[in-house]
Structure formats: structure tokens, C-alpha cells
T-cell receptor, first 114, second 111 residues
Framework: GAVVSQHPSWVICKSGTSVKIECRSL??????MFWYRQFPKQSLMLMAT?????????EQGVEKDKFLINHASLTLSTLTVTSAHPEDSSFYIC??????????FGPGTRLTVT | EDQVTQSPEALRLQEGESSSLNCSYT??????LFWYRQDPGKGPEFLFT???AGEEKEKERLKATLTKKESFLHITAPKPEDSATYLC????????????FGKGTSLLVTP
């Protein structure tokens, strides 16, 4: 199957700082990637759709100025959490869309804001 | 509004005790139904995609089936290593390929 990586796997940052998470498709090109958020014991909630070379599409209730998404190449999308606060602590997972429209997920990034 | 409901919420099986997980869905137009396995602290692992009613797919001890209203994930003679959360998701034809996930079924298989 297709392989998607994320970096870092976990990060701790102080309140008010920004943190960048990278999502890479390793063995295929992805014009579309997705960013999800998962709270403990809950399912995945779609935050935004990232399209290569264009602006991301955000789901209702997701602040686009807080969660900056850049999809600069066919294998890399980044999510930057700006001015992070403790309530932003969560498990962030990206996925990449293959040519036959299946989504393969990265291993996730655990963000803790202190 | 699209909805995905999984049942049961949690399931405990003895090793070798076969069972089925259910995923009921309502969607304006189904492009595909996806099953994933998720282990604690990890991203979902792709299992199956089903596209039309009557379709079935198998992988080792798992078999997924699809009707117009629900999907089943059958687990035959499970082993402890099958313990995980199983997630069902639908991809609507007007969703731009995004997935709408159910809450998952947490499966525990005991020796």
C-alpha cells in the first residue's frame, strides 16, 4: 500500500508559540491531502483539504488563520498551528489521496501545548 | 446530512470466536465506503474500499460486505493481534473525496 509519513511524531510547545507539522507521501504523488484532528476516545474530524498549488479548504468552525496549510509540492503538505494554546493539544493526522481516490494516513503527530 | 453509525461501540471476543461489526450510513450519494484499523497512538491503517451494494472484499481473517444502507466487517476466528479500533468512513460523491468517519468499534480479543 501507499506510504505516508508525518514529522514530528510528537511535539511539546509553550503557549503562544507556533509549531509546524509535515506530511509526506513517500511512494506516490498526491494532489490532495487532508488534515484531521482526533481527541482521546473520539473519531477523526476533518479540519481541511489541502490541494497542491492552491489554497486549502477549511471545514466549518476551523480557523484558517490559526491552522495554516501549505501544499507546495505533490508530496508535501504542512500544517502550522499558530499561537498555540492548551486547547489545541490533540492528535493531528494527515492523509493523502491516491490516484484511485483512496486515502492513506500518516502515523499522526501528538501535540501538547503547555 | 451524511451520517455514519458504528455498532457495537466496544466488543470483547475470545480468541477464535467469530463476530461482525456493523456500519450504518446515510449519504446523499455514495462514492465509496472505507474500513480502517487504528491502533492506539497511531494513524488509521487502510483495510478495504467498497463501492457498490453486493460487493465483498477479504483480507486474511477479515471480510467486508456492503448493502445500500450498511456495511459489515466480519472477523473469522480472531486472534489477540486483531485487537484494535475499527473505523468505518463514507466518501460522498459531492464531498471532494473527504471522508466522514463513524466513531469506531473498539475490539478486544482475549487469549
Amino acid at each position: 500500500g501507499a506510504v505516508v509519513s508525518q514529522h514530528p511524531s510528537w511535539v511539546i510547545c509553550k503557549s503562544g508559540t507556533s509549531v509546524k507539522i509535515e506530511c509526506r507521501s513517500l511512494d506516490f504523488q498526491a494532489t490532495t491531502m487532508f488534515w484531521y484532528r482526533q481527541f482521546p476516545k473520539q473519531s477523526l474530524m476533518l479540519m481541511a483539504t489541502s490541494n497542491e498549488g492552491s489554497k486549502a479548504t477549511y471545514e466549518q468552525g476551523v480557523e484558517k488563520d490559526k491552522f495554516l496549510i501549505n501544499h507546495a509540492s505533490l508530496t508535501l503538505s504542512t500544517l502550522t498551528v499558530t499561537s498555540a494554546h492548551p486547547e489545541d493539544s490533540s492528535f493531528y493526522i494527515c492523509s493523502a489521496l491516491t490516484g484511485n481516490y483512496e486515502q492513506y494516513f500518516g502515523p499522526g503527530t501528538r501535540l501538547t501545548v503547555t | 446530512e451524511d451520517q455514519v453509525t458504528q455498532s457495537p461501540e466496544a466488543l470483547r471476543l475470545q480468541e477464535g470466536e467469530s463476530s461482525s461489526l456493523n456500519c450504518s450510513y446515510t449519504v446523499s450519494g455514495l462514492r465509496g465506503l472505507f474500513w480502517y484499523r487504528q491502533d492506539p497512538g497511531k494513524g488509521p491503517e487502510f483495510l478495504f474500499t467498497l463501492y457498490s451494494a453486493g460487493e465483498e472484499k477479504e483480507k486474511e481473517r477479515l471480510k467486508a460486505t456492503l448493502t445500500k444502507k450498511e456495511s459489515f466487517l466480519h472477523i473469522t476466528a480472531p486472534k489477540p493481534e486483531d485487537s484494535a479500533t475499527y473505523l468505518c468512513a463514507v466518501q460522498a460523491s459531492n464531498s471532494g473525496y473527504a471522508l466522514n468517519f463513524g466513531k469506531g468499534t473498539s475490539l478486544l480479543v482475549t487469549p
